[in-house]
């Protein structure tokens, strides 16, 4: 288990850093900025499990229970999803043109039939207390652009004198989402309206922002990805920005990690050995842009109870392990999506171990070491060593057998295994692994 201290530098790190440091380093390249998510942010997200239908009760106890179970080895991000804003809002599924909680100025608000506490303008501001005073970080979600509803009342941007029919680009819309219009942001006060979101976020006391259709079409929406960016910086509190869905086009890799410390890799991930599978040839895909701040996000973990109780995961237990240990190898953030309240111990051990968390927060050099039929492996540095994982993604029974040398290591090695935490013994030349259909091994070598 993660040390106390660990816990609480990591989250300072998350959150801590200075508004006036953030703010005076913004406009520097991302390298400058290493105070947001130092690691892959870890944390809770209510989408798998609770569609667009989350309650303000359901929210305070999955996060009472994240605070007790998954706090101490590191998961600190709470996040309320999509729809928060939409009082009848039913599942997963969308209603074009249903009525959206709005202030004067075009900004969302909590619908107060779902979330009681933000009733009198207060918002999630007593929600976000509720959560911080739990040690977590509190976070929401939102899609790009302004609501379709504010430019039909053509509402005044606030602190401008122009109006949301301004700035509202009509033929910028989601294709999935029928809520919201792109923002022009060649016209003025498009900024303004971003820096007003972004400021109610701040008043609100968040500290984590998942920004819907921004990732794909990129070319299209890069624009409103610096917007996002810059109206964080001037909102004068630091906000981890998450920008999905995916897949983001690889030829926007240069652009990306200046302006989103998460970036999501492929669409909605959910729990389908098909879609684990073609996880792996991403995370390979996006390995050499990965850096402390930026990182490729493989997407959420469909882990117990989802779909709004409806079903527990349909990952085998072996493609449960893979799925944390191709996480972990290739430092994708961890995000848990399940019921917390529906958690058994089987689930909370995968989250928790802590040697597998070490390998996702602490690893560097993280790389494919092969692809053969069926068979892939990737390796990392360990402060002694090195963490081998090992992956068999056919449908049959596999062998693998791994020469230390080729791995940087002398011949005669120590194995441990994460997963089962225990010491394997001394190992010549090489080591062999037998796997079933779809599970892993990982291993610290030294």
Not at 238 to 245: A, H, K, Q, V, Y
């Amino acid at each position: 288990m993660m040390t106390g201290k660990w816990q609480l530098n990591r989250r300072a790190l998350i959150g801590g850093a200075s508004a006036a440091t953030f703010a005076a380093s913004s406009g520097l390249s991302f390298a400058a900025q290493p105070v947001l998510a130092p690691t892959p942010p870890m944390g809770w997200n209510s989408w798998n499990s609770f569609a667009t239908t989350i309650t303000e009760a359901q929210a305070v106890e999955n996060a009472h229970i994240m605070a007790d179970k998954l706090l101490p080895s590191g998961y600190d991000v709470f996040t309320v999803d999509i729809q928060w804003y939409e009082p009848n809002a039913d599942g997963y599924n969308y209603r074009k043109d249903a009525p959206l909680s709005m202030d004067g100025n075009g900004r969302l608000l909590p619908a107060p039939n779902r979330f009681p506490s933000s009733e009198n303008g207060k918002g999630f501001k007593p929600l976000s207390d509720q959560v911080h005073k739990m040690g977590l970080k509190f976070g929401v979600h939102i899609m790009r652009g302004i609501p379709r509803q504010a430019v039909a009342q053509n509402v005044p941007i606030l602190g401008t004198t122009v109006r949301a029919q301004d700035i509202a680009n009509t033929n910028s819309t989601c294709t999935w989402n029928g809520d919201m219009y792109g923002v022009d942001m060649t016209k003025p006060g498009a900024q303004a309206y971003y820096n007003s979101v972004f400021k109610l976020f701040a008043d609100w006391g968040v500290d984590f922002v998942k920004m819907d259709d921004m990732s794909r079409p990129y070319g299209d929406n890069w624009r409103e990805i610096e917007a996002a960016h810059k109206a964080i910086a001037a909102s004068g509190r630091p906000m981890i920005l998450s920008l999905s869905p995916g897949e983001t086009d690889l030829n926007w890799a240069h652009h990306v990690p200046k302006y989103a410390q998460m970036w999501r890799i492929s669409d909605d991930f959910w729990d389908e050995w098909h879609l684990l599978r073609d996880q792996f040839q991403r995370l390979e895909n996006w390995n050499p842009h990965r850096k402390a701040g930026a990182w490729p996000d493989a997407d959420m973990l469909p882990l117990g109870l989802l779909a709004m109780g409806k079903r527990q995961t349909k990952f085998t237990p072996d493609e449960q392990q893979t799925l944390m240990t191709l996480w972990s190898i290739a430092r994708s953030p961890l995000i848990m999506g399940g019921d917390l309240r529906s958690m058994d111990q089987a689930t909370l051990d995968l989250l928790t171990n802590p040697e597998v968390i070490a390998v996702n927060q602490k690893s560097a050099n993280n790389r494919v070491l092969f692809k053969r039929s069926g068979q892939i492996g990737w390796i990392a540095d360990a402060p002694k060593g090195r963490y081998l994982a090992l992956f068999n993604i056919s449908d049959e029974p596999q062998t693998l057998t791994e020469m230390f040398k080729l791995m940087g290591l002398k011949n005669k090695v120590k194995v441990r295994d994460i997963w089962a935490r225990k010491d394997i013994g001394v190992m010549e030349t090489a080591l062999k692994t037998e796997l079933r259909p779809h599970a892993s091994a990982f291993y610290h070598l030294t």
